[in-house]
């Protein structure tokens, strides 16, 4: 037996044999579970709009009544934001340079994501 492992490189050979083996099972497992059946695949929609949502979020005072609605089309996406009426305000901004930054933010988003988006208001 012994001249078998010297042969063979010794017991240490297969022993690493077997833990790239199990190395590998458990990453294909991973990847298994990862996309499971049914679930849908997170559009590029849905990453512009958490941002747009961070932002909104740190600017109004009344967070609960914050609702984002995405609509997705073959030209790109619309993302409306409604907000409480107090709020309005601090979403748009002076002059309206509030809500042209974060349409620049989601834009470059989604130019990096190569989807074309739009953010409005809802009053």
């Known amino acids: 037996m012994n001249d078998l492992n010297a042969a063979m490189g010794g017991a240490d050979a297969f022993d690493e044999a077997e833990v790239e083996v199990s190395e590998l099972e458990v990453e294909e497992t991973d990847e298994a579970l990862a996309a499971e059946p049914g679930e849908a695949e997170e559009l590029p929609s849905d990453r512009i709009a958490d941002l747009v949502e961070l932002l ?39 002059r309206g340079r509030t809500i042209k930054s974060i349409r620049t933010l989601a834009r470059a988003l989604g130019q990096r994501l190569d989807t074309e988006v739009e953010v409005e208001v809802l009053d």
């Open 56 to 94: 909104v979020l740190g600017l109004v005072d009344d967070v609960d009544a914050v609702a984002l609605d995405v609509t997705d089309s073959a030209e790109g996406s619309l993302i409306e934001i409604t907000v409480a009426p107090d709020d309005v305000g601090k979403v748009i901004g002076r």
